[in-house]
């Protein structure tokens, strides 16, 4: 089923990864604590920028120059990821832990056919010779659905639909069966109905394999649907953690509650939809203080000047719910109200 | 405090594409060190006459005591000082190679100019009547460029002199002929790119003519990669015109053109190898400057790179 | 796939007309009296007169190039004025020169190239891009003749007594003979034929045929001859394959598949050599089609320093003599050969890519 209140798979303590640009230092991960329980599926979510995409790569070391991991631990399956070796990460690269990308189609190399790119997982990771691993390639393709296996196997990407990429980009992933892996906005670059039936075959198999996901998307509708747990980032950090339901009926930082009520709800008339004013902060030039402080109504409304000086840690709120937010500390710094704005 | 939140500042003054461009282009060090060197050779072209201590084609035999194709002598090396200074030695016609060399910047900047203007008229008439005339005219234009392009460019060239004779000009006019075919594709691929755009359909129905919708609208999207091409044109210009006079087909003795300097010494290369290195040397160094400045302009015009 | 075939092949037939034409017309217009030419200043009107006849020069132009179509298309190139012997046989001695020296220069600058570019665009901004960059630079904007005669220094002269000595002129050394193999397997063929032909070109490529005949000295000896030319012949076409293969292997490198595949747990080294580089080659395996007439223009230059004969000194020489057979026969082989090698590269490309089907 579900989560389990064991030790978790996959534990993330203060990620920090930095990009050195010419124009200055973006700090696109800057102290990032994750958790995923084996067998869950962790949403995490937040606008474009925010950092999602890169601290999934980081977990699995495959930030280019010029990002580096500058601080962290990742602890998978009792070791510490950022100590291993290059070699050693690359055993545990689509075997324990496996990855698939928002564009499925240019995830997939043109010049090779899907049955070479998917055999290859088991060449590499199993040592299988090549008749043995192109029939377990098509055997993964009739398992993530894609009808004809044994003549879609000699296809050449670009003769297959986004839909059916993500198929084989699933396939590929899963080969092995990993214990967790990271979905990269699988259903964004889909057409809808396709999203769904991609969704679907990321559910079925997660419930089979047992697999922990951490789904990472813009998309609240789908996390709602699809996570047990959801963490929210902005600006480089987590401001909200919660179980899924926890959070959609009672989302407690300023940020969060404006991502929901930004979401249009049908049946319900509407004559401006919701936004949350200003846009998202300069990684460079980082302002002290809270990261939403300059968009934070609450903040505004409250009078609250502690935001900009100083930046609050994640602080429990309720089970397994926590939030990086002023609002919520046990010491009001000056005139707060406690509980919820 | 201020309740008003605090957008990032936009500059809302529009910035030209040039002056994007300009900057961009002054942050690259392929640019900078191809833009330096050609403002050093610049300067050297017209200054020569300063810069030389002596005239280029004076003979120096019976003025001074030198030996034919005599070694460089250079005072701070340890030539003694009794001797006069040959930087760079003295030719087989008892002339001083320094001077030459300095004169032959002017020779080859000339060259490479000249072909690379005439090449880009020439080529932009041709590409912008075949891109957008389209049919049968685009087929003959293009596939008299195909014919021309399908000569080994040196050779058509060598055989185009071989018509009109040898010398500079000719050498000139040759290796013009020779180059056109390049900017009249770079121009004929930016024409038919552009010709099926709304825009030139809105000109059209504002009672636009073809000439001026061709001249205002299209061809100004034509220069960026023209540029580009053009720098690089000087480059394998000048290349050319020292291969053709290297050959005795351009420029002739005693012009001091760096190739026909090399090509009339090239038998002494073991016993006077100055006479062979120097010319030689300002080409490249005169050619690669023009080269990192082509590579630095397509940079800096790289539409990718729009930030 | 047969089609484009067809169709590229029909497209080049406008094209070698055009070649045989301008050729025809170039040849014609180069000023001077062939006659005079070869036979001397004080040849006399009566004898140029006979001299026209037999070279059938006092034809109007049209005929003259219809004569010369309907030769050329049976495989006769004419006589050459200046030496009286079939062109076609002195092309057969003289292009087997040129087809190895390009053939060595290219396959140096391949060799070199492709391997710089690759360590380049993995390792980009490190010292050895940077100066395998610098040097690319400097090495397309060098004339190639001014290279030759400073290696020609520098290994003949210089290095003299040393065991990297390398000889400055010919192709062999002075009294080394390179048998034919034909000869030295005692076959018996005839002086003429599409067979001689080809047996012939392979036999004058000197280091093809020793490597044929097992001779170890010449083998040895050619080769050395060959080095210095090939070298310099090699540095334009290697500056532009390693530029060309750094920044396509850039490109490369960027994409998500490249990114997807070390996700799945591939080697960085496996990734660069065989995800990135199959598609780094596709607009390579172009640049290397174009290269061809970059050789051949440069073999010119290099075939007069490093005294080759080859086809590109003759040309030249031709030029300067009015010899219109060699001029028209020489160039339009040359450009024949162009075309050809342009168009078995644009082919190759629809089995090097598969995205490109041309159905």
Partial sequence: MTSNAATPLLDIRGLKTYFFTEDGVVKAVDGVDLHVRPGEILGLVGESGCGKSVTSLSVLRLVDEPGRIVAGEVWFEGRNLMALSEAEMSHIRGNRISMIFQQPKSSLNPVFTIGDQIAEVFQVHQGLKKKQAWAEAVELLRLVGLPDPESKAHAYPHQLSGGQAQRVMIAMALALRPTLLIADEPTTALDVTIQAQIMDLILDLRARFNTAVILISHDLGLIAEAADRVAVMYAGRIVEQAPVRELFAAPHHPYTQGLIASVPVLGRVQDRLATIPGTVPNLVDLPPGCRFAPRCTARQEHDLTICTEDEPDLLPVAEGHRVRCWLYAPQPASSSPEGRA | MTTTPSAPETDIRPVSLWRITWRRLLRQRSAQVGGAILLALVFIAVFAPVLAPYDPLEVLIGKEDVRKREAPCIHLLGCPPEKPQHIMGIDGNFRDVFSRVLYGTRVSLFVGFTTVTFAIVAGTLLGAISGYAGGWVDNVIMRLMDVLMAFPSLLLAIAIVAVLGRGLQNALLAIAIVSTPVYARVVRASVLSLKEREFVQASRALGASHAHILLRRILPNALPPLIVQGTLGVASAILDAAALSFLGLGAQPPTPEWGTMLGTERNQVFTAPHLVFFPGLAIMITVLAFNLLGDGLRDALDPRLKS | ?359
């Fill in chain 3, 1 to 359: 796939m047969l089609q484009y075939t067809i169709r590229r092949l029909l497209l080049s037939i406008p094209v070698l007309f055009g070649i045989l034409l301008v050729t025809f017309m170039l040849a014609r217009a180069i000023p001077g009296d062939p006659c005079k030419a070869m036979l001397g200043e004080k040849a006399t009107p009566e004898v140029c007169e006979r001299f026209y006849e037999e070279h059938g020069l006092n034809d109007p132009l049209p005929t003259q190039f219809a004569v010369y179509m309907g030769k050329v298309l049976r495989g006769d190139l004419g006589q050459s004025i200046r030496f009286s012997r079939p062109v076609a046989i002195i092309i057969l001695e003289r292009l087997p020169t040129t087809v190895e020296l390009s053939l060595a220069a290219l396959t140096l600058a391949v060799a070199i190239g492709i391997p710089l570019g690759i360590v380049s665009a993995v390792y980009r901004n490190s010292p050895v891009d940077v100066g395998t960059m610098v040097l690319a630079n400097a090495g397309v904007s060098m004339p190639v003749y001014w290279l030759g005669l400073i290696l020609a220094y520098t290994f003949a002269l210089l290095l003299k007594d040393t065991p990297f000595w390398l000889p400055p002129a010919g192709r062999l050394s002075a009294g080394v003979v390179a048998h034919p193999f034909y000869e030295v397997f005692g076959w018996d063929v005839p002086q003429e034929g599409a067979r001689y032909f080809l047996l012939e070109f392979i036999a004058n490529m000197y280091v093809v045929n020793s490597i044929i005949t097992r001779d170890w000295a010449v083998l040895k000896d050619a080769l050395q001859h060959l080095a210095l030319p090939a070298l310099a012949l090699s540095t334009i076409p290697l500056s532009i394959i390693a530029r060309m293969t750094r920044s396509s292997m850039l490109e490369v490198l960027r994409q998500d598949y490249i990114r997807a595949a070390r996700a799945k747990g591939l080697r960085r080294h496996v990734v660069i050599l065989k995800h990135a580089l199959r598609n780094a080659l596709l607009p390579i395996v172009t640049i290397i089609g174009l290269q061809v007439g970059l050789l051949f223009s440069g073999a010119v230059l290099t075939e007069t320093i490093f005294s080759f004969a080859g086809v590109g000194r003759m040309l030249f020489e031709a030029i300067t003599a009015r010899d219109y057979p060699v001029i028209q026969g020489f160039t339009v082989v040359i450009a024949l050969i162009y075309v050809g090698v342009n168009l078995l590269v644009d082919l190759s490309y629809v089995f090097v890519d598969p995205r490109i089907r041309l159905d």
